[in-house]
């Protein structure tokens, strides 16, 4: 009867029953939480696991046991159960607050370090309640003494700490994020780490830690917002005598075939004045312009010497008569069966050109106005199937030849590129014509060379494996 009467028998049938009733319940929302994916998962497991078992246990120790809250191992087992009460709280409200946060919130753009600021806050808060309520320190006296100190030292490092301050407020702002592309202090280079302290960018020479408060005090350009609107302007040089449309045009057509321009993008060249002239293209991201920039200066130099244009004033000597006539002799009259007055004829209408790796030698779709015989590297011929994959139909050695249908007048079905530099002759189609169709044996051969070329490329567009 006496037990029914004391205190302690009601808190230890409160816990006896509470506990694995609480326990049950918190054990369910945390599977149904994790079935959701939730983010407060973890601060559910957290408070089943640790913090519930050590509450039950500080009840029976001190309501039902009746041990005195000053005794020591209270002490030890409250100021466990305060930290886990305090990890609790910073995980959730992390969890709540910032993890799942919109990507263009304040709350996303917060920087980390003022994060980290408002945790040791909290958790000083935090030690400063558990040392004053469970051990009885005096801690008003303690705040004061770091009050007075954090005043003297603001007083020394007023200068540190208005940069530090500057820079802080820069993050906060984040004019940038971890890899936008910056032009700072002309210096180029994706950023790789931000910290309290200083930004960290990745030249081409190695990483450049750059201060907050440098950035904070200068002006810098973000290459990467807003994004996808990033474009390489590249000057060229060209003689005065040189037609500015024809210019134009061939930079903007070396510009479009560029691998690196981005998708829907047109590039655009205008003339600048004093035989300059300016590119601009489109491309994906700033880290991309070093490959684009060098492929498109390595193009042109084969494209205006082909179109008989002078990059830098420089002429173009490669086609020489001798070269021509030792192509036509080795490479073109073993093809087409000419004669010695057949080559001759054809040096006037013949003319040798190079190409770089990769550059377009041939589009689909296009008709051909001459024939292209190979003297030097490979053309890899390819064909786009139906779901837009490109796919190789053959590769041209040297001695062979392409633009069979700038006899039928036709366009081309396959796009023919260099896999290296190439060196070919090319003959112009009225200068073809009348020597091909007296010869009805090497019509017959184009005409079955044209024929499996063709069926390759058929196969390639069903999708079917080119033998």
Known sequence: MNAFHSAWFYWAIAVAIGFPVTLILLTELHHTLTRRNNRLSRQVSLLRNFLLPLGALLLLLVNAAQIPAGDAPVRILST?????????????????????APQDSWRKRLPTIFLDVARFALIGA???????????????????????????????????????????????????????????????????????????????????????????????????????????????????????????????????????????????SVPVGNGEYSTSIGLNSPAEDGGARSTFLRWIWYAARREELHLDDADDDYSTRE???????????PALRLSVADQQALHSSARIVLYGADEIVEY???????????????????????????????????????????????PNLASAYALEEVTALIIDRDHLEHLVMREPLLLQDFGNILEERQSKVRQAERGERVG
Do not use: Y
């Open 80 to 100: 466990l159960f305060g930290f886990l009460v305090l990890v609790m709280l910073l995980s959730g409200l992390n969890a709540t607050v910032f993890e799942g």
């Open 126 to 268: 935090g030690l400063a309640v558990i040392l004053s309520v469970i051990w009885g320190v005096r801690v008003g006296g303690l705040f004061t003494a770091l009050g007075v100190t954090s005043v003297v030292l603001g007083l020394m490092l007023q200068n540190s700490v208005g940069q530090i301050v500057s820079g802080l407020f820069m993050l906060f702002e984040q004019p940038f994020r971890i890899d936008d592309w910056l032009d700072a202090s002309n210096e180029r280079g994706r950023v790789v780490e931000v910290n309290w302290r200083a930004v960290h960018i990745q030249t081409g020479s190695g990483i450049r830690v750059m201060p907050n408060s440098m950035l904070a005090s200068t002006s810098f350009t973000n290459l990467s917002r807003p994004p996808g609107t990033h474009k390489l302007s590249i000057k060229t040089t060209f003689a005065a005598a040189d037609p500015p449309d024809r210019v134009c045009a061939m930079l903007t057509r070396v510009a479009s075939e560029l691998p690196q321009l981005k998708a829907g993008s047109i590039p655009r």
């Open 323 to 333: 070269r021509v006539e030792d192509a036509l002799r080795s490479v073109v009259a």
């Open 364 to 410: 689909a779709g296009q008709v051909p106005v001459g024939m292209t015989f190979v003297i030097a590297g490979r053309v890899q011929m390819m064909a786009t199937a139906e779901d837009g994959a490109v796919v190789p139909i053959s590769t041209l050695e040297a001695g062979s030849f392409l633009g069979l249908t700038a006899l039928t007048r036709q």
